[in-house]
């Protein structure tokens, strides 16, 4: 058995995340017990378009249901902490090779905050930041080829 994997959440992300929850397994399952029963009356099931896709947005409920309760079962909320160097939960501040800059959010995606680049810790990008500090140029493989950064600021996510 694979041991579970830890999903670090802001604690903004985790009320959001929780109260989705609550809105799902409330009234989002009456809501939707209610649109299957009025299709269900709608006569022969077999040919009842009405009644497959309430029945399809059921089953697509019931997997995000199943996918929070994974993700707040095994979450580690917190605050980013301000270590000197990058780690989940970093705002990163990055210059590319063109002399772009770029800001990045280190984090996994249930915490994607609008105005940031999300590197998570599991892709290229954010693997390569991981651990780096200040001035440090961090060089990642990616489908479109080798890619450096240079590290230029370092902040803990506030949110």
């Known amino acids: 058995m694979d041991k579970e994997e830890t999903t670090w959440l802001t604690p ?3 009320e959001r995340l929780k109260a ?3 809105e799902l397994t409330g009234p989002g399952r009456v809501e939707i017990e209610e649109k299957i029963a009025e299709a269900r009356s709608h006569g022969d099931l077999r040919e009842n378009a009405d009644y497959d896709a309430a029945k399809n947005a059921q089953g697509m409920m019931e997997a995000r249901i199943r996918q929070l309760r994974h993700i707040l079962d095994n979450a580690e909320v917190r605050e980013a902490s301000d270590s000197g160097v990058v780690e989940v939960g970093s705002i990163v501040t ?6 772009d800059e770029m800001e990045f ?3 996994t995606p ?4 609008r105005g940031y680049i999300l590197a998570s810790p599991s892709s ?3 693997l390569a930041l991981l651990g780096a500090a200040v001035g440090d140029k961090v060089t990642y493989e990616a489908p479109g080829g080798s890619f450096s950064l240079k590290v230029k600021f370092i902040k803990p996510y506030q949110g």
């Open 110 to 113: 249930e915490n994607k905050v």
């Open 124 to 126: 290229p990008v954010g």
């Open 12 to 14: 903004t992300t985790h």
């Open 94 to 99: 990055a210059v590319d090779n063109d002399g």
């Open 20 to 22: 989705e929850y609550a």
């Open 105 to 107: 959010f280190v984090a």
